[in-house]
């Protein structure tokens, strides 16, 4: 799904944020991204969206080099990649609804498939009831979960998060997590930039970790009992 082949990322005043970093990704796999602050998560998912684009090294996304994906097409790539944020990035002027359905208000979609689209992401995150709600009215693990929603309303093959669970506790991080697990168990590729080590060491899953901007390990942890289990990915959404 995903292959960094020996990828740098360096910014005006000599900042390198990324060094000839290289590691796979496959498709339905679940990874977690770890490392200091400033190690270059971040920019590590910018790459992945097309936020960024490297200095040097190459970026594959399906078999597909981005350094061949023209300006046109990058709405067209980012469409494959869903985007979750720590602090949510909702609009707070509007509903649940409207919020989830931007990323397909934005494609042009009909109304009765965006409301179909919609309805369900949010049933997939528990929160068709809030669907008139406005985002000042929810808690932070609701806020959450609509900026879940939004990211695979369009069916993305890809979710890509950071720090997702920054700003919650313990609890409500494990069960964000959890709602990550469920769409990676139907197929779908899952990557988590996070310090939380204890969450991590808990999951079972794949370690990726950036040490001042090179990849210092890319470890697999004891085998989860969902990983091996990737019916059509359909089912997700």
Partial sequence: MIRFDRVSKSYPGGNQALSD??????????????????????????????????????????????????????????????????????????????????????????????RRRVQAALDQVDLLHKEHALPITLSGGE????????????????????????????????????????FQQVGVTVMVASHDHELIRASGRRVLTLQGGQMVEARLDAPHSSADHHPDQGGAY
């Fill in 143 to 182: 806020q959450q979960r609509v900026g879940i929603a939004r990211a695979v309303v369009g069916r993305p093959p890809m979710l890509v998060a950071d720090e997702p669970t920054g700003n919650l506790d313990p609890a409500l991080s494990r069960e964000i997590m959890r709602l990550f697990e469920r």
């Fill in 21 to 114: 970093v290289s590691f796979e990704l496959g498709g339905g796999e679940f990874a977690y991204l770890t490392g200091h602050s400033g190690a270059g998560k971040s920019t590590l998912l910018k790459l992945i969206a097309m936020l960024e684009r490297p200095t040097r090294g190459q970026v594959l996304f399906d078999g597909r080099n981005l350094a061949k994906v023209g300006k046109w097409g990058i709405p067209y790539h980012r469409r494959k990649v869903g985007l979750i944020f720590q602090d949510h990035k909702l609009l707070q002027d509007r509903t649940v609804f409207d919020n989830v359905a931007l990323p397909l208000v934005i494609t042009g979609m009909g109304h009765r498939e965006m």
